[in-house]
Nanobody, 118 residues
Framework: HVQLVESGGGSAQVGGSLRLSCSAS??????MAWFRQAPGKEREEVAY???????TYADFVEGRFTITKDNAKNTLFLQMNSLKPEDTGMYYC???????????????WGQGTQVTVS
């Protein structure tokens, strides 16, 4: 069983930055991703990182966010710049041993960290 703990959320001004972290209790050999959910909306994928470090982003990211992973520390990051009000929501870290499951029904989820942009 893998436990994921997010941190780094908070409030930011429009155009500001936040850095989210997700600490995993166990390695790795996992695909990992960030999802978000705004009030009244469905959860959506933000970005994911492959086991080889390659990354994929949702279209709405538009080059503003960067997902990275420190394998030595089993920690996932999401650097968010040029924040917009529509980035407001609960951000979740997710992990799975299979990429297809990560994107559809990940096995492991964090508790979420709130991001508010105004």
């Amino acid at each position: 069983h893998v436990q994921l703990v997010e941190s780094g959320g908070g409030s930011a001004q429009v155009g500001g930055s936040l850095r989210l972290s997700c600490s995993a209790s166990a390695d790795a050999l996992m695909y990992m991703a960030w999802f978000r959910q705004a009030p009244g909306k469905e959860r959506e994928e933000v970005a994911y990182i492959d086991k080889d470090g390659s990354t994929t982003y949702a279209d709405f990211v538009e080059g503003r966010f960067t997902i990275t992973k420190d394998n030595a520390k089993n920690t996932l990051f999401l650097q968010m710049n040029s924040l917009k009000p529509e980035d407001t929501g609960m951000y979740y870290c997710a992990a799975d041993r299979w990429l297809s499951l990560l994107r559809t029904n990940a096995a492991y989820w964090g508790q979420g960290t709130q991001v508010t942009v105004s």
